[in-house]
């Protein structure tokens, strides 16, 4: 098989993977299911899907469609070809303002397709929690639906024309016909007339008839998704007299890819919806209240009535972005209700939320009303929409698993539904996660189960068909949004009978006679709980980190991540994470696949040093270390300690690369750099000698390279300080500078101006003794050395440091590491002083913001002349502080104007963009928001950037220099 794949491969215009690295990434969705795909293909055109139709049919092997990968019932998860279109089928083909359509290929991404047509006026309505990376391709495939469903309906309800290949490469195009030329189709002996006469002969029989509208799920079940949705397509004519046209859509949409290859996609699309939204955010003391609740919320249209429940709740006080978005929150209430309602005008939407609250008191329902408006409903969307990835938070083997997510029954029917549901639970010892579409029937249940023992994985299956069971009672959908894959699909027999079901397989069969797409999804699936991710029983070995993992080991903490692909948004989503897919679009190079490798080698390796493997540092090369999946991934999974872990040990086994050593040991030489300082810049800066030094280094020979100044920031304020001391007095306020490494030998102009601008403010400033940060020594994964400093910090630190009398730093990477790996590297006699030292350690924009709001800095200190700023934020200063503390300190001065650039990372992060091997990636990261952002902005406009790294790709990347915010405010300083 290997020498036609490698000539499968020559013949195909995009790429074809088959090494174990790239199988193993793909081998895995957002489900519990794993299972090794014979390759992974990533085509670039359509003659490239028939090629791989052809080898599929000629070799007896399958093909898998996939986009972004987040589907929860194994969907894309299988042993044949896995076909990835999320990299180049992502054009908007038409858009056709006037009949309110457009046309896409399937690779397009929902809320990216959302802005294109915002400008006219237009909006694709189904939303679902993943809709900044989730595709339009994967949306039909599950028929998606989302929080908006009340309104919107499923994505099957937009669908009008789809363009596909059928099993045997043929082209067809599927809309909307009349009866007549319904039966035009299903002339001749083509695959595609086959199909026609094949559904025309079993949906006209008068038997199917009765026993499909008999057994499907009723009518009244808005998200109905079991099976084929051959009860859709018996409702059109000509199967009923005065029914829609027929449309093959309606039941493409839901397939799954099982029956056709998708290559275009039409989608009806309405108008914007209503300029007002607010969302009532009801708080109740139990779920049962609060789904009797949203039958009263129901009866005044709300756009969406959706359910967060305590297990999420509690997950975001521990998650550092979810935290902010939980402001609204009063107390620790059992449920919470999110009801939007979409007006015209602010004033209808209060009226109307004040009669569900005086409907819903009445009745005794609900304690806090809460009504939120503008960038607040932002907020709460983002909470909720975080609640799946949230669940990954907790730190043991138990899990929230998917496993009877995604029922769907009568909304009057769920609140008895969700009674007998946590009764069976109960009879099990178990509890369940509540959350999502309370206003369409759909609450998305996760019992906590153990899935790596045999108890664990036997209970995965006996709630299953419990569940099943009660699902039948209610005649629900056992999928309403999410799909049967394989999670689901033994179990249709049962939903629908086995008359339907054999009459579900006779559908596929005919449009797939050689069961290459997809198989083994809906119909004819493995047991529900084979090829899951974890073996039963299975047995790992202690692994002896050097970083501490709280209340869990290094494999548990990669096991965080639940595959949702928060880490596939693109930079027009903003946010950080994560800088190297957004620029690849790759998915090696995301978090996720990052923890997916560490995982699956940690788990089935047989070598005794499981991290020595270099497929796991393939894919950890290009993280770029940014913290930024550390706030914004749902599930906190921390892929920069994860990979410093990874290389420590990678290294003990492998030895340390001599640039490693280098960059790591940056103190020790800027140490003696630091004798000669003019030497040591000719020698970087001059064009031959610099170009050498870089090529020897394995440096990037168009980076330039930081030069030193005359003097340390240390000698410095050794020679000024007594005077700045006298001048100020004892009343001074003392506080404790980090003389951090870059600003000491690279930044010190930063550094000087930093203590001038604090003891103008009146502060006492005093450099203790301490050793370098440590910063460096984390990047290249050299832990037990970063061990030793942070331990050695501590002890020197400890004593000095208080809320009277804090540390602050000038450079983010450097400062906030006493808030972070500080407190996972100290031992266990310095645990405690590492933590309580970690409360009183503060970028010196926080501490400036903190002395403004106490009224000890004021605005009269500053110039009254005007100016622009443009803020580029730090990736850690994001992740860990907040970059809102720099606009604040600097907008200080009244005529100071801030705005903050929407950029992610800037590429360069620490040593990454000096690497020769990463110099081309760092600046096409650069480009993707931070540099053209940069141009434009006219010769008078300050550019600010508060990391050392930051400001050197600023002024690579555009020629700008940028300042530090200390800088700034020292310069409007009257």
């Not at 099982?258 to 779920?287: M, S």
């Not at 698993?401 to 178990?430: C, Q, S």
């Not at 054999?502 to 004819?524: A, E, G, S």
Request: proline share 4%; aromatic share 8%.
């Amino acid at each position: 098989m290997n020498n036609s794949l490698q000539q499968l491969a020559k013949d195909l215009e995009g790429d074809l993977y088959f090494d174990k690295t790239m199988r193993v990434l793909y081998a895995t969705d957002a489900s519990a299911y794993r299972e090794m795909p014979l390759a992974v293909a990533i085509p670039k055109n359509v003659d490239d899907i028939k090629k791989l139709i052809t080898f599929a049919h000629t070799h007896k092997t399958s093909l898998i469609p996939r986009t972004a990968g987040t589907s929860l019932a194994g969907q894309v998860v299988g042993n044949g070809i896995v076909v990835d279109v999320s990299k180049h089928f992502t054009q908007i083909l038409e858009l056709n303002t006037a009949e309110k359509w457009v046309r896409v290929q399937p690779g397009v991404i929902r809320d990216e397709l959302n802005m294109f047509l915002k400008p006219h006026g237009l909006y694709f309505g189904p939303e679902t929690s993943t809709a900044n990376r989730a595709m339009i391709g994967g949306m039909v495939g599950n028929n998606s639906c989302g929080s908006n469903s009340v309104v919107y309906r499923s994505t099957r309800e937009h669908l009008l024309e789809v363009k596909a290949l059928l099993s045997d490469g043929s082209e067809a195009v599927f809309s909307a016909m009349s009866i007549d030329e319904f039966h035009k189709k299903c002339e001749g002996n083509t695959l595609e007339a086959t199909i026609y006469k094949t559904v025309r002969s079993l949906l006209s029989n008068y038997e199917n008839q009765v026993e499909i509208r008999k057994e499907f799920p009723k009518q009244s079940v808005e998200r109905r998704n079991t099976g084929y949705a051959v009860d859709m397509l018996l409702e059109m004519a000509p199967f009923t007299a005065g029914g829609p046209d027929f449309n093959f859509c309606s039941l493409i949409a839901g397939s799954e890819g099982t029956l056709a290859f998708i290559t275009e996609i039409k989608l009806n699309v309405v108008p914007l919806p209503p300029k007002e939204t607010g969302l009532l955010c009801v708080h109740f003391n139990t779920i049962d209240e609060s789904l009797r609740a949203n039958l009263i919320a129901m009866k005044y249209s709300p756009s969406a009535s959706e359910l967060i429940d305590h297990y999420i709740l509690e997950c975001t006080k521990d998650n550092i972005e979810q935290s902010k978005n939980r402001f609204f929150v009063q107390g620790d209430p059992g449920a919470i209700l999110v009801v939007e309602f979409g007006r015209n005008t602010r004033e209808e939407v209060i009226e109307i939320a004040g009669k569900v609250e005086a409907e819903m008191r009445a009745a005794g329902l609900g304690y806090h009303f809460p009504l939120l408006f503008g960038t607040d409903t932002k907020k709460i969307w983002t909470l909720r929409k975080a609640g799946l990835g949230l669940l990954g938070n907790l730190p043991g083997d138990e899990k929230a698993v998917p496993v009877i997510e995604d029922t769907a029954v009568d909304v009057n029917d769920l609140p008895a539904y969700i009674r007998d549901f946590n009764e069976i639970l109960r009879k099990y010892g178990l509890y369940s996660v509540h959350y999502a579409h309370a206003g369409s029937g759909e609450i998305h249940l996760r019992p906590i189960i153990n899935l790596k023992t045999e108890e664990g994985n036997k209970l995965f299956r006996t709630i299953a068909e419990e569940i099943a069971t009660l699902v039948k009672k209610y005649n629900g959908s056992l999928s309403g949004e999410h799909g049967d894959g394989r999670l689901r699909g033994e179990f249709i027999p049962q939903m629908v009978g086995e008359k339907n079901y054999q009459l579900l397989k006779q559908i596929k069969y005919t449009w797939d006679p050689k069961n290459i797409f997809n198989p083994n999804k809906i119909v004819d699936t493995p047991s529900m709980n084979s090829f899951l991710r974890y073996t039963p029983g299975q047995k790992t070995p202690t692994f002896n980190t050097i970083f501490r993992y709280h209340n869990q080991d290094v494999l548990q903490h990669a096991e965080q991540c639940n595959g949702s692909g928060d880490c596939r948004k693109t930079h027009l989503s903003g946010g950080t994470m994560c800088p190297s897919f957004m620029a690849t679009r790759n998915e090696k190079d995301t978090t996720r696949a990052r923890a997916n490798v560490l995982r699956e080698f940690l788990t089935r390796s047989d070598k005794v040093n499981r991290f020595d493997h270099e497929e796991i540092y393939e894919v950890m090369d290009l993280c770029l270390s940014c913290k930024g999946c550390k706030s914004e991934c749902p599930s906190n999974v921390d892929v920069a300690k994860l990979k410093a872990e990874f290389l420590q040990h990678y290294y003990d086994a492998n030895g340390v690369p001599f640039r490693a050593k280098l960059i790591a040991g940056f103190a020790r030489s800027s140490k003696l750099g630091a004798i000669a300082p003019g030497l040591y810049n000719f020698a970087v800066t001059n064009p031959v000698i610099g170009k050498l030094i870089k090529r020897f280094s394995g440096f990037a020979v168009d980076r330039s390279m930081p030069t030193m100044y005359k003097s340390t920031l240390l000698s410095w304020y050794k020679k000024n300080a007594k005077a700045a001391r006298s001048t100020n007095g004892k009343g001074a306020r003392k506080v404790y500078l980090f003389c951090d490494e870059f600003t000491n030998y690279n930044d010190t102009e930063i550094g000087i101006k930093a203590i001038q601008l604090l003891e103008k403010l009146g502060y006492d400033v005093v450099i203790p003794q301490h050793l370098e940060s440590g910063r460096t020594w984390l990047s290249k994964g050299l832990l037990r050395k970063a061990k030793e400093i942070v331990n050695k910090n501590i002890g020197l630190l400890y004593p000095l440091i208080s809320e009277e009398t804090p540390l602050i730093g000038i450079e983010p990477s450097a400062i906030l590491t006493f808030r972070d790996e500080y407190i996972d590297l100290a031992t266990d006699e310095h645990l405690d002083a590492a933590r309580e030292l970690s409360k009183h350690v503060f970028t010196i924009e926080e501490f400036l913001t903190r002395e403004i709001e106490k009224g000890a800095i004021r605005k009269e200190q500053f110039t009254t002349e005007k100016k622009v700023i443009q803020l580029h934020g730090h990736c850690q200063q994001k992740s860990l502080s907040s970059t809102s503390y720099s606009a604040k300190v600097m907008t200080l001065p009244v005529n100071y104007t801030v705005e903050t650039i929407p950029s992610g990372c800037c590429g360069m992060a620490g040593s990454f963009g000096f690497e020769k091997e990463h110099y081309d990636l760092s600046m096409k990261i650069g480009e993707l928001v931070l540099f053209p952002a940069v141009r434009k902005q006219p010769e008078e406009v300050i550019i600010a950037a508060p990391g050392t790294s930051c400001r050197h790709q600023v002024k690579d990347g555009t020629g700008r220099h940028a300042l530090h915010p200390v800088e700034v405010l020292f310069d409007a300083l009257v």
